[in-house]
Nanobody, 119 residues
Framework: QVQLEESGGGLVQPGGSLRLACAAS????????IGWFRQAPGKEREGVAC????????NYADSVKGRFTISKDKRRKTVYLQMNSLQPEDTARYYC????????????WGQGTQVTVES
């Protein structure tokens, strides 16, 4: 089973940027699609972005298209989420998770990292 650890969250002003990292520990890490999710207090968990293991294609939620970019560093077994033009509505706890496809069931989850966007 893949173990995941998120990092890179923090407090940022509106319009600012953060880069989240999802580090994986598993020999077969590259077999998995990696997705980023977020959950704000009182709200349902939302899929933010995913990167496919099969062809490297990327998918984004409409709310983050053009602002967030997901990428993969195979050597470091790390998936990044570059977040630009952050807004208060992006405030949430962000999680990464593994699946066999972007639309599949996500089985392994990290503990999350908090992102807070406020003036």
């Amino acid at each position: 089973q893949v173990q995941l650890e998120e990092s890179g969250g923090g407090l940022v002003q509106p319009g600012g940027s953060l880069r989240l990292a999802c580090a994986a520990s598993a020999f077969a890490w590259d077999y998995y699609t990696i997705g980023w999710f977020r959950q704000a207090p009182g709200k349902e968990r939302e899929g933010v972005a995913c990167i496919s293991n099969s062809d490297g294609s990327e998918n984004y939620a409409d709310s983050v298209k053009g602002r967030f970019t997901i990428s993969k560093d195979k050597r470091r077994k790390t998936v990044y989420l570059q977040m630009n033009s952050l807004q208060p509505e992006d405030t949430a706890r962000y999680y990464c998770a593994t699946s066999v496809s972007c639309s599949g069931t996500y089985l392994s989850w990290g503990q999350g990292t908090q992102v807070t966007v406020e003036s």
